[in-house]
Protein backbone atom coordinates (compact mmCIF):
# COMPACT_ATOMS: atom_id res chain seq x y z
CA UNK A 1 0.00 0.00 0.00
CA UNK A 2 1.60 3.33 -1.01
CA UNK A 3 1.69 6.35 1.34
CA UNK A 4 -2.15 7.43 2.83
CA UNK A 5 -0.98 10.77 4.20
CA UNK A 6 1.55 13.84 3.16
CA UNK A 7 1.50 16.99 4.06
CA UNK A 8 2.69 20.05 1.77
CA UNK A 9 3.22 23.34 3.39
CA UNK A 10 2.43 26.32 0.97
CA UNK A 11 3.60 29.64 0.88
CA UNK A 12 2.18 32.68 3.21
CA UNK A 13 0.75 34.94 1.03
CA UNK A 14 2.46 38.28 1.57
CA UNK A 15 0.04 41.87 0.96
CA UNK A 16 -3.23 39.36 0.98
CA UNK A 17 -6.42 41.07 1.92
CA UNK A 18 -7.64 38.41 4.40
CA UNK A 19 -6.42 35.46 6.45
CA UNK A 20 -9.20 33.49 5.13
CA UNK A 21 -7.92 33.07 1.14
CA UNK A 22 -4.29 32.50 -0.23
CA UNK A 23 -3.81 32.38 -4.01
CA UNK A 24 -0.84 30.99 -4.21
CA UNK A 25 -1.76 27.65 -1.74
CA UNK A 26 -5.01 27.67 -4.60
CA UNK A 27 -2.59 27.34 -6.88
CA UNK A 28 -0.80 24.32 -5.48
CA UNK A 29 -4.45 22.86 -4.63
CA UNK A 30 -4.92 23.10 -8.59
CA UNK A 31 -1.81 21.89 -10.07
CA UNK A 32 -2.57 18.64 -7.07
CA UNK A 33 -5.58 18.11 -8.49
CA UNK A 34 -3.96 18.07 -11.73
CA UNK A 35 -1.52 15.24 -11.01
CA UNK A 36 -4.83 13.29 -9.34
CA UNK A 37 -6.71 13.52 -12.62
CA UNK A 38 -3.10 12.36 -14.89
CA UNK A 39 -2.71 9.55 -12.09
CA UNK A 40 -6.29 7.98 -12.82
CA UNK A 41 -6.69 8.85 -16.18
CA UNK A 42 -9.57 7.34 -17.60
CA UNK A 43 -11.03 6.12 -14.45
CA UNK A 44 -11.26 9.40 -12.92
CA UNK A 45 -15.00 9.72 -12.24
CA UNK A 46 -16.01 13.55 -10.67
CA UNK A 47 -17.94 11.89 -8.35
CA UNK A 48 -15.90 9.32 -6.71
CA UNK A 49 -12.33 10.25 -7.23
CA UNK A 50 -11.25 13.81 -6.07
CA UNK A 51 -12.57 16.26 -3.44
CA UNK A 52 -10.98 19.31 -2.11
CA UNK A 53 -11.64 20.63 1.58
CA UNK A 54 -11.10 24.04 2.85
CA UNK A 55 -12.46 26.09 5.64
CA UNK A 56 -13.44 28.79 4.16
CA UNK A 57 -15.51 29.91 1.60
CA UNK A 58 -13.47 32.79 0.24
CA UNK A 59 -11.07 30.27 -0.93
CA UNK A 60 -13.26 28.13 -2.41
CA UNK A 61 -13.62 30.97 -5.34
CA UNK A 62 -9.75 31.23 -5.99
CA UNK A 63 -9.67 27.23 -5.84
CA UNK A 64 -12.19 27.05 -8.57
CA UNK A 65 -10.19 30.12 -10.43
CA UNK A 66 -7.31 28.46 -10.80
CA UNK A 67 -9.11 24.68 -11.38
CA UNK A 68 -10.25 26.24 -14.51
CA UNK A 69 -7.53 27.70 -15.81
CA UNK A 70 -6.09 24.52 -16.21
CA UNK A 71 -8.38 23.74 -19.19
CA UNK A 72 -9.20 20.15 -17.59
CA UNK A 73 -13.04 20.24 -18.18
CA UNK A 74 -13.53 16.91 -15.66
CA UNK A 75 -12.05 19.14 -13.18
CA UNK A 76 -14.41 21.77 -13.03
CA UNK A 77 -16.95 19.62 -11.75
CA UNK A 78 -14.73 18.43 -8.84
CA UNK A 79 -16.53 19.03 -5.16
CA UNK A 80 -15.20 21.88 -3.92
CA UNK A 81 -16.51 22.97 0.01
CA UNK A 82 -16.42 23.85 3.36
CA UNK A 83 -15.86 21.14 6.23
CA UNK A 84 -19.84 21.31 6.67
CA UNK A 85 -20.93 20.92 3.69
CA UNK A 86 -18.60 18.53 2.46
CA UNK A 87 -19.51 16.04 5.34
CA UNK A 88 -20.97 12.50 4.74
CA UNK A 89 -19.62 12.86 1.26
CA UNK A 90 -16.62 10.17 0.41
CA UNK A 91 -13.77 10.31 -2.38
CA UNK A 92 -10.76 8.56 -3.05
CA UNK A 93 -8.60 11.29 -2.47
CA UNK A 94 -8.99 14.31 -0.69
CA UNK A 95 -6.86 17.38 -0.75
CA UNK A 96 -7.31 19.53 2.65
CA UNK A 97 -6.65 23.54 3.04
CA UNK A 98 -5.57 24.90 6.21
CA UNK A 99 -5.40 28.57 4.64
Do not use: C, W
Amino acid sequence: MGLRLGFIPSKRETGGFSNKSNRLEAQLVARLAAKVYQHYKLEFNVNRTLGIITPYRTQIALIRKEISALAIPDLNSVLVDTVERFQGSERDVIIYLFV
